[in-house]
């Protein structure tokens, strides 16, 4: 591979990588708002660009492995890269962290009314090992 062909890969990367950021940034605001809609808006958007994100980091370590040669303006871009990618995975953590405080919260509010559910197969919740015990 071509030193332009693994420039063009680290800039896509890097211009992707840059759109994930400002979706995540975006997801957080709605998740604060509690903005249902636009939460489900922009988790659709990131499923995909998400997928388009790892293609392109394969499609990065497929070239590297093939060239040890890396540019300056290569490594500069790879630079950028491993910066960006630690701020997306930052990104990524604290949306988790809110979605998952938002369904503790909701968790809560249903005990308290009565209304939380035990997970299992049978209509009152019951798991098979307890059906099983109770025939």
């Not at 988790?43 to 060239?67: I, N, P, S, Y």
């Not at 630690?86 to 968790?107: E, H, K, P, S």
Request: hydrophobic share 45%.
């Amino acid at each position: 591979m071509t030193a332009d062909a693994l420039t063009s890969i680290l800039e896509a990367e890097l211009e992707t990588g840059t759109l994930l950021m400002s979706t995540l940034d975006r997801q957080r605001e709605a998740l604060i708002a509690r903005d249902l809609d636009c939460i489900d808006e922009l988790t659709a958007a990131l499923e995909g660009q998400m997928a388009h994100f790892g293609t392109l980091v394969e499609a990065r370590m497929a070239a590297m492995a093939h060239d040890e040669d890396i540019t300056d303006r290569g490594a500069e871009l790879m630079r950028r890269i491993r910066h960006m990618e630690a701020r997306v995975l930052r990104l990524a953590r604290l949306n988790q962290d809110l979605i998952a405080d938002r369904l503790a919260y909701v968790g809560a509010m249903l005990s308290t009314l009565g209304l939380t559910s035990a997970a299992g197969y049978a209509p009152d919740g019951a798991h098979p090992r307890e059906l099983l015990r109770s025939a």
